[in-house]
């Protein structure tokens, strides 16, 4: 599956980094993780460090999935308003998912100082407008029910909405908590950590076959080789479908555009993420070499992995953004397209499925799926060493019925 087109941010303005050779010999494990993108590398991180044996594989280069394409945003805030969750899920269960995904902030920035990677970390504050003035009455549900979670966020009316942002629009919530990242260097930091922490990663490796017996999996490679592993997780992102018995994905294609250089003077209040209330919505963030991101202009998926509506996205992406902020000197730069997925409620998916014995999902689907795969990594961990973790109810795949 091609999961993105050939040239993204990521891979445009990343130096070298390591290779991984495929697995060349039989191998035996604790844990084997299929996937070694941002996802898989956090939950082998999360085990190595606790004294658990891991063995990475991806099918190809590590990182060169979705981790590639990823703009990087990160918020602890779902695709699912807090408010309309709790109508969904419950109010007790969109809370702690809220305050999960809230406290996983500052956890990945720790992760990241401590695997090299704390300067690829920016915190910055997280602004979503509301499209229309029938958006409203929402953003002012939202805004009391996340205080009343005890996150730090303000309710901004449409002066202060452009005397900070240049943006004319009815209102907006500014959140305190997010930030903007480089998900693909950060990945070949975890990596690197895993390694000399004595795990091991092989790139170019497909898992193709999965045998489970009472004592653990056995897994074949393309190219003959075995691993027998005591516990698997399969965490390689919308790939992880074609191991499961039930469809959960929502597959879309998400399109990204970025600016060639801007004078930072240009730059809104603190370089702040920004996103919508509309769906789908449009996305930005500023980087570290002074360009501006903007994604957004989804369509479903239909099968074509050429995204030959990339063009035409592209001219779509540009406008918006001269809509928003008509002052700025946007001049595009490149732009790319990938697969996204979402699910049914807005939550990943994370933990075992009847069925499979010794296996363990980690699916990140949604739009803070680098967030949802901090958690994961702790549930995972916390099910493999420990055989319980008292969030894994929370994002089972027993939770709702499937789509």
Known sequence: MQLHTPHTYSLEVSGPVPGYEPLQTDADTEVLVIGAGISGALVAYALQRAGTACLLIDRRDPGMGSTAASTSLLQYELDTPLTRLGERAGTEAAERCYRLCYEALPRLKGICEAVGAGYLFKARPSLQFASMPEHLPLLQQEYEARRALGIDLRLLN?????????????????????????????????????????????????????????AGVTVETAHGKRIRAQKLVIACGYESQRYLPRTVEQLSVTYALASERIDPQHFWYHRSLIWETARPYHYLRCTPDNRIIIGGED??????????????????????????FPRIPFRPAFSWAGLFAGTADGMPYIGPVEGQPHTFYALGFGGNGILFSVLAADIICGLIRNGAHPDAALFSFERTELA
Request: overall charge negative; glycine content about 10%; hydrophobic content about 40%.
């Open 158 to 214: 449409n002066r202060e909405l452009l005397q900070h942002f240049g943006i004319d629009k009815p209102g907006a919530l500014l959140s305190a908590a997010g930030a903007a990242i480089d998900a693909y260097a950060i990945l070949h930091c975890l990596l690197q950590a895993i390694v000399a922490d004595g795990g091991r990663v092989s790139g170019n490796t497909d898992a193709t076959h999965i045998h489970r017996d009472p």
């Open 299 to 324: 369509t479903p998926f239909d099968g074509d992995h050429s995204f030959p509506l990339l063009g035409e996205k592209t001219k779509m992406l540009e406008a918006a953004f001269r809509n928003l």
